[in-house]
């Protein structure tokens, strides 16, 4: 579903990302892990277009997309939850979530500030749209709330269906689970095992390996850019590059 080729990214003459090339089988949840500064942001960003690649090619689906603006990508089903994504406390859960839909509809920004009728149908579009995706993710009686009243593990539940709306076939989740306590990551995995289960293919960034072991069919580790091991759960942690390369970066 998704081809990574050769792909490197500098910063300053700096490699944030250098020759990374893997490929996700669609359906896949894919888990992306490495120490602080290895790259996995940056990885994420280049497959969303947020930044582009100086080298290598990306592929999705069998298009071409290393040359794409984001919202292009967007369009063709890659969506990310960013990590530590905005919350518009002020604002309801649904109009949160209505933020990330209108990627999908073909008012202009000139159409929804004159409130012309079809931003007003496509407005009641996205309204919808967001509820379905708030139901899929079990904030459906939450929609009225006031968002800065969820507390922090809902909050990314409802990011998650931000990222919904725009209804993917790829969703990158960049450390949904960081600062979360116990119960709150473990509604989260059955979260992401019921979106898994509902024919989506989820690339997963995470800091705490036990998260991403559990949900993961591969796992990919980097470190310093680079793509140091790649396999199932149990042989990333078996591998003595992957012990030495964490061992390295806690030391
Ligand atoms: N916009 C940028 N400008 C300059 N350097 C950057 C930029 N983005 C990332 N880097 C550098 O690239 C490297 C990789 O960063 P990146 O954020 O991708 O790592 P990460 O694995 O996501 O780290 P963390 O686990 O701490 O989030 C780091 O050395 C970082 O300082």
């Known amino acids: 579903m998704l081809s990574v080729n050769g792909v490197s990214r500098s910063f300053g003459g700096v490699y ?11 359906g896949e949840v894919r888990g992306i892990i490495g120490p602080n500064g290895a790259g996995k942001s940056t990885l994420f960003n280049l497959i969303t277009g947020h930044l582009l690649a100086d080298q290598g090619t990306i592929s999705f689906r069998s298009t071409p997309v290393d040359r794409l603006p984001p919202h292009r990508r967007a ?40 409130r012309l009728p079809r931003h007003r149908r496509d407005e009641r579009e996205i309204a919808r749209r ?9 904030l ?13 593990g809902q909050q990314r539940s409802m990011q998650v269906a931000r ?14 689970a960081s600062g979360l306590r116990a119960g709150e990551r473990e ?58 390369a964490y061992l390295g970066d806690a030391s």
């Open 163 to 176: 990222a919904l709306c725009a209804e993917p076939r790829l969703l990158l989740l960049d450390e949904p």
């Open 130 to 138: 967001a509820d379905e995706a708030l139901a899929r993710v079990g």
């Open 187 to 244: 509604a989260l995995a059955v979260l992401i095992e019921e979106l898994r289960a509902a024919g989506l293919t989820i690339m997963l960034v995470e800091h705490d390996v036990t998260f991403v072991t559990r949900l993961a069919d591969r796992v990919t580790v980097l470190d310093l850019g680079r793509v140091i091991s790649e396999g199932t759960p149990g042989e990333i942690r078996a591998d003595p590059l992957v012990v030495s």
């Open 16 to 26: 944030a990302v250098r020759e990374v090339s893997l490929d996700i089988a669609e």
């Open 140 to 152: 459906g009686a939450w929609a009225d709330r006031q968002a800065g009243l969820l507390p922090l």
């Open 75 to 114: 369009r063709l089903g890659i969506s990310i939850v960013f990590q530590g994504a905005r919350v518009f406390r002020g604002m309801t859960v649904r109009e949160n979530v209505m933020v990330g839909a209108h990627t999908r509809t073909r008012t202009g920004f000139a159409a929804a500030a004159l």
